[in-house]
């Protein structure tokens, strides 16, 4: 964040600083908090209030199947972030500053799609956190949304805004893990049947599994961990094994909180309940854990919700500030100031908050292929970039297939998005 980096958070060894050791330490533990924050901050992002909603309703209709569609989803986010996270990494440049080296005026183009997209999508991520704090204490959606809005923008408007976010993610993701797990357990699912759904599925629903990829891998989300790295000063040839590591354990996060919430909600369906309310995670929750299991939702969506407006904001807003050192300066207001247009506009519009969020998803698969076409190229043909590093010829290949499909994804996406207002 433009009001945390300095010397310390750029440079472990404390460069600059002289022979002052707990400067050197501070250096050192402001780093590793930043990449704690950069792993969550991309694991949170992907699981959204958008990623539960589709979740439940995936899981009701497919039942154990649904595992494989599970599966397929992260192994394209595998083949995605590893991918992102390396160039990015590597160059110590952020996507649209690659898109406008490869071919000016793409990285602008790049930067359009991701603030518009993202600001869709953060209004979808207020609505999340609105239903969350509508099932925790009963609030009105409109005012639960405002208030988990003003909580993000006094993140961001604090001193030392960079710090806030890395802790806040990493705590919240750790809540959300942990609440979910529980839920899992005592819905007592199939799991035996889950792992061989996930191989040999008796149902594979193309669309199902479009759909899930487009909303936890599209859009902003693909960034919002590598621009993160970027700010906590981990960059260049040098980090390639610390920027392996942090890719990597996000992904082990994403999955995670992917399959205990798919096993959450499978134990509630495979026990023959039909989840038919109008929030049938909670109901899967409610009938799992009672009036705790309640609770328990609504803190987990509140959690995914919050985090991913923050993700959303600030990830979006990275996008601009590269352009004008005035802008960089301004960084943190400029994030409150995104979130504040969000909640107005979740406030504003008249749609449901689960419309927003298919919506945002929609708009997300249109966004990937541009970005991540990009970055491939640089990945294949501009090493110069990246000072002269070799880019290892299997993760080239498996993100140009990954490539491929997110092109197929944008067209499915572009087909959809007129049917949700009709």
């Known amino acids: 964040m433009a009001d945390d980096v300095s010397p310390e958070t750029r440079d472990d060894a404390g460069r600059g600083n002289g022979p002052d050791g707990p400067k050197t330490a501070l250096a050192g533990a402001t780093k590793r908090g930043a990449l704690a924050g950069a792993i969550f ?23 154990a199947a649904f595992a494989f569609a599970i599966l397929i989803s992260i192994l394209v986010d595998i083949a995605v972030q590893l991918n992102v996270w390396r160039v990015i990494g590597i160059s110590g440049l952020r996507a649209q500053e690659l898109g406008n080296k490869v ?26 956190t609105s239903l969350g704090l509508d099932a925790l204490f009963g609030l009105d959606v409109k005012i639960g949304g405002t208030l988990s809005a003003a909580i993000a923008i006094a993140i ?15 705590v919240l993701g750790f809540v ?43 859009g ?3 960034y919002a961990g590598a621009h993160r790295l970027i700010d906590s000063g981990v960059s260049g040839p040098d980090e390639v094994v610390r920027v392996s590591r942090s890719s990597v354990t996000a992904l082990l996060v994403t999955g995670v909180m ?54 959303a904001s600030y990830t979006s807003v990275s996008f601009i500030v590269s352009f004008s050192p005035a802008l960089k300066r301004r960084q943190n207001w400029l994030v409150a100031g995104f979130i504040v247009v969000s909640a107005v506009g979740f406030v504003v519009l008249d749609q449901a908050p ?29 090493s110069d970039l990246m000072g002269g590093y070799r880019y290892p010829r ?29």
Do not use: C
């Open 258 to 311: 992917r399959v205990v919430l798919f096993l959450a909600i499978l134990g509630v369906v495979a026990g023959g309940v039909a989840l038919t309310g109008g929030n049938p995670t909670a109901e899967a929750f409610g009938h799992a854990a009672g009036e705790v299991g309640m609770r328990l939702f609504g803190m987990v969506l509140w959690a995914a919700g919050i985090t991913s407006v923050i993700g």
């Open 220 to 222: 902003y989300i693909t």
């Open 41 to 63: 901050l991309m694991a949170t992002s992907a699981i959204g209030p958008g990623f539960i909603t589709q979740t439940t309703e995936f899981t009701a209709q497919l039942g």
């Open 156 to 170: 961001f408007v604090s001193k030392r805004a960079g710090v806030a976010m890395d802790r806040l993610v990493v």
């Open 354 to 382: 689960t419309t927003l969020l298919i919506l945002a998803g929609a708009l997300n698969g249109l966004i990937l292929p541009v970005g991540f076409g990009v970055l491939m190229w640089v990945a294949a043909r501009r």
């Open 394 to 422: 299997w993760l080239l290949v498996i993100g140009v297939l990954a490539w491929l499909l997110t092109l197929y994804l944008g067209w499915n996406s572009l087909s959809g998005i007129g049917d949700l207002w009709s």
């Open 176 to 218: 959300m893990i942990a609440l979910t797990t529980y839920v899992a357990i005592v819905s007592g699912p199939p799991v035996g049947e889950a792992l061989t759904q996930a191989v040999v599925p008796d149902t594979i629903d193309v669309l199902v599994i479009t759909t899930l990829i487009g909303g936890t891998v599209g």
């Open 103 to 128: 071919l000016p005026g793409v990285g602008y183009l790049m930067a359009v799609l991701v603030v518009v997209g993202g600001l869709v999508f953060n209004i979808g991520n207020v609505a999340g």
